[in-house]
């Protein structure tokens, strides 16, 4: 619990500040998320909507895309949390939990967060149990 509280000290404020980026004119939801690295590197992304509504890209992935593209290995990161507005508290989508899966550490936290104190957390078997990989 205390664990969970530290990653929300450091990346509930990130979150939340990349959520008001969101470009959502279809469905008005505003997502944040803010991953760290081994580093200590905060990176963000939020939801980016597109009127061919199936390009629409989350916020999770586009953080995940950011911490990449920023030179994050993947499978080190330790946590991403995530920050939403209309919904109570968002379970990340099958698309996320994929790329997660592949990009976070294998034991990272995801935390959704509601507000500072209301939020859900998973590990990522927890997200994704089974998931898939190219042998
Ligand atoms: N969305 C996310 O950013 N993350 C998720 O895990 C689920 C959904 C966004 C996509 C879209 O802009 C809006 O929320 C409604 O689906």
């Known amino acids: 619990m ?12 990130p979150a939340k500040s990349a959520s ?26 939020c939801n980016v909507e597109n009127a061919s509504y199936g390009l629409t890209q989350c916020a999770e992935r586009n953080a995940l895309a950011a911490a990449i593209s920023a030179g994050m290995k993947p499978g080190t990161a330790g946590a991403l949390l995530i920050f939403a507005t209309g919904f109570d ?3 990340p989508c099958g698309a996320c939990r994929q790329v997660m899966s592949e990009l976070l550490a294998k034991d990272a936290i ?12 998973w590990s990522i078997g927890e997200l994704l149990p089974n998931s898939f990989v190219l042998s």
């Not at 205390?2 to 404020?13: F, G, M, P, T």
């Not at 008001?20 to 992304?45: C, F, L, M, Q």
């Not at 967060?113 to 957390?121: A, K, Q």
Request: proline share 2%; charged share 20%; glycine share 6%.
């Open 20 to 45: 008001e980026n969101a470009y959502s004119p279809y469905s008005s939801a505003r997502v944040g998320a803010s991953v760290i690295d081994e580093d200590g590197k905060i990176h963000t992304g």
């Open 89 to 91: 508290v968002l379970a």
């Open 110 to 121: 995801v935390i959704s967060c509601h507000s500072e104190t209301e939020y859900n957390s």
């Open 2 to 13: 205390s664990d969970i509280k530290a990653v929300i000290e450091q990346l509930y404020v």
